[in-house]
């Protein structure tokens, strides 16, 4: 008799950083009913992932979900997989980070459960061909991918429907494809569709599986009900759950160890670079996720193994942004493995580096990752703890340390201070963090705005950047340009310093000053005229310091406006977050909300984020007409298009009327303070 076999379950995770009042509306809506309608069917066995960090908050917000967990694991009715304890893109971190993740979460689940896991989830899918050697050092036996790796790697046919054995330096790992048209039928059909589904394919081939592996959310996501031949509404999972049952003469529902007990794999692959399909299709441009689109609808839907769309990694060059993450988390782990004699503050520092490794914040796919602030936040609270907790009290020294941070092959200058860390680029000479100890806050984590494929034309509109929001960077305008034109990416840059070189000045190497200098150009009418800038940064215990010094050179007059752009990262412009001021002369600051806005004199703006209780204040030398300008970007949400605020910009607007060879000079200081 033909027969079908089953592997079914779904995988658990949140991003850190996710709210509690976020986590309980999926626990209700998902988690909760899921685990409830398999309870309630002991006969169906089921296979579960969940990340550590959700563990966690299960523990501490509803252990009676655990208690429940725990016994079907006793009766053997659930599986559970390892992985990474907070949810790693496992190729993007250290190999030792990799180890120590999936032993965490490991160790963890023995604990707990009763049962350490054999079988391991891959996050998002993201491959990489070195990751078998790494898994199976750390005890697990088997994976699951989706069938799309297995179309990469050349198989087809029947192989798409059987585990296949890989390997790495000699270690062997089996690897279950997961089955991309079933997953599309259980999320959008009837639980009779995904019955049709396996009936047609029931074969008298017992070494044939079929899995149905998906997010836990997806279960619920639908809000479907299916009427029920006794007229009542039944939730979908309960009605799917009940059909296997009354079939089970030829639905098998296995678990992935009985599989691998009676059916020992003989195909062998090779899997290349590359995520699920989802994942290949948001990496890229979106110039080129438009092109593949086209060939994937040319040939069978792209899925032929001879299309690949994007690769995990180009995320780290479509947003700088998220390289900065991936180069702070680099660097800490640097720090982090240091640490000499002190077990328990080593693994402090490494408990924090591992939480700023989560995955989400890290990329943008059909949830909102890199746009959301809070997520980006709470990934360099996380590295900004562990680094604190590197720093032998009494021992560490401030210090300026030159190094390619970025892995742009250039050097950047690092300042570590006591309360500040501030680290300045050589590309426009620019801050492009500033991290404020006390309270573990980037606050230069301003996302910058770029094009989505799914912008519409009026988003298009509000202007995209065509660089980093950082600070102090070096803007020449024209003094008819407006804040509009500003805000909409329209003004014309008049100067070549926002991309330009700057050099370290050579001489006496102060541990608190960083002195660079740049010779570039400021366009008047349709001739570049030669101008050079001093640019010093000195940095005390809570603030930075930098002064101008700017030299027209000798063919002629230069008339323009000099605006040092300063960007600052707070979670939200609401009022319960942020409050924005300004004085000039020897008044009171006045609040001045945090709209778009021209303030025609200020001698200091500030900046109070009342989330963290500290005050950022904006120093000038000189008094001058001041831009406030928020920076929101457009993505895509559960709820459709979005606008986030990811930051607020302040320009200071200096006319400059310089003679050949004249100087120019302005200091501006910004000062860190707990409210």
Not at 36 to 58: C, D, E, F, I, K
Not at 204 to 231: I, N
Request: include cysteine.
């Amino acid at each position: 008799m033909n027969a079908v076999r089953l592997i079914f379950g779904s995988t658990n995770s949140q991003p850190v950083g996710a709210t509690d009042d976020e986590i309980e509306h999926v626990y209700q809506r998902s988690y909760k009913p899921f685990l409830r309608a398999l309870y309630n069917a002991p006969q169906t066995p089921v296979t579960l992932h969940y990340s550590g960090h959700l563990l966690q908050w299960l523990e501490r917000h509803h252990s009676e979900y655990t208690d429940v967990l725990a016994e079907m694991v006793g009766r053997k009715q659930v599986e559970l997989l390892g992985g990474g304890f907070y949810d790693p893109v496992l190729p993007l971190i250290p190999r030792p980070d990799r180890l120590g993740q999936i032993e965490n979460l490991t160790t963890y689940l023995r604990k707990r459960f009763g049962r350490r896991p054999r079988g391991t989830w891959i996050t998002e899918h993201v491959w990489e061909p070195t990751l078998p050697s790494t898994l199976r050092s750390s005890g697990m036996e088997y994976a699951f991918l989706d069938d799309y790796h297995f179309i990469a790697a050349g198989l087809n046919g029947a192989d798409l429907l059987r585990p296949c054995i890989t390997e790495d330096q000699g270690k062997t790992l089996a690897v279950f494809p997961v089955c991309h048209d079933l997953r599309e039928v259980a999320r959008e059909g009837r639980p009779e569709d995904v019955l049709t589904f396996l009936e047609k394919r029931a074969t008298a081939d017992r070494s044939e599986v079929l899995v149905l592996l998906d997010a836990g959310e997806r279960y619920a996501e639908h809000g479907r009900t299916d009427d029920h031949p006794s007229q009542r509404s039944t939730p979908w999972l309960e009605r799917l759950v009940e059909l296997v049952h009354e079939h089970h003469d030829w639905v098998d529902v296995t678990l992935p160890s009985v599989y691998l007990k009676e059916t020992r794999p003989r195909t062998r692959g090779y899997f290349p670079s590359t995520s699920c399909q989802e994942m290949a299709c948001w990496s890229p441009s979106p110039e080129r996720q438009e092109a593949y689109d086209v060939l994937r609808r040319r040939f069978e839907g792209g899925r032929n193994g001879c299309i690949f769309g994007g690769h995990f990694r180009q995320v780290l060059t479509r947003y700088a942004e998220s390289n900065l993450m991936y180069a702070k988390m680099q660097y800490t782990h640097v720090l982090v493995n240091q640490i000499r004699g002190d077990k328990y503050r080593k693994q402090a520092a490494r408990e924090e580096l591992w939480k700023g490794q989560c995955h989400s914040a890290y990329w943008h796919g059909d949830h909102c990752g890199i746009y959301s602030n809070r997520l980006r936040k709470q990934v360099f609270r996380s590295l900004i703890e562990a680094e604190k907790k590197t720093r032998e009290r009494g021992i560490f020294i401030p210090s300026v340390v030159t190094v390619d941070f970025d892995m742009d092959g250039l050097d950047e200058f690092l300042y570590q201070g006591q309360d500040l860390n501030a680290y300045v680029h050589s590309e426009g000479g620019v801050l492009f963090e500033l991290d404020y100890l006390p309270v573990s806050w980037n606050y230069l984590d301003t996302l910058a705005r770029r094009r989505e494929r799914y912008h519409t034309a009026e988003v298009e509109a509000r202007g995209y950047d065509s660089h980093l929001r950082r600070s102090f960077m070096d803007h020449f305008l024209s003094p008819e340009a407006t804040v509009v034109e500003f805000d909409t990416a329209r003004a014309e840059e008049q100067g070549s310093f926002i991309s330009g070189l700057y050099d370290r000045a050579d001489g006496r190497r102060d541990a608190h000053v960083i002195a660079l200098s740049a010779s570039g150009t400021v366009r008047q009418g349709r001739a570049d005229h030669a101008v050079s800038i001093a640019k010093q940064y000195r940095f005390k215990r809570s603030a930075v310091e930098v002064e101008y010094g700017i030299t027209c050179g000798d063919e002629a007059r230069i008339d323009t406006v000099f605006a040092p752009e300063l960007n600052f990262a707070l979670l939200s412009q609401d009022a319960d977050s942020m409050r924005l001021f300004a004085r000039h002369g020897h008044a009171q600051f006045v609040e001045i909300g945090p709209e778009r806005q021209v303030v025609q004199t200020a001698e200091s703006v500030r900046l109070d984020d009342l989330v963290n209780d500290t005050s950022l204040t904006i120093g000038l030398s000189d008094e001058c007409e001041v831009w406030i300008v928020p920076v929101e970007t457009v993505s895509q949400g559960s709820g459709g298009l979005e606008t986030r605020y990811q930051g607020t910009s302040v320009v200071p607007r200096f006319r400059l009327a310089l003679e050949p060879g004249a100087t120019f000079t302005v200091s501006v200081s910004l000062r860190l303070e707990r409210l």
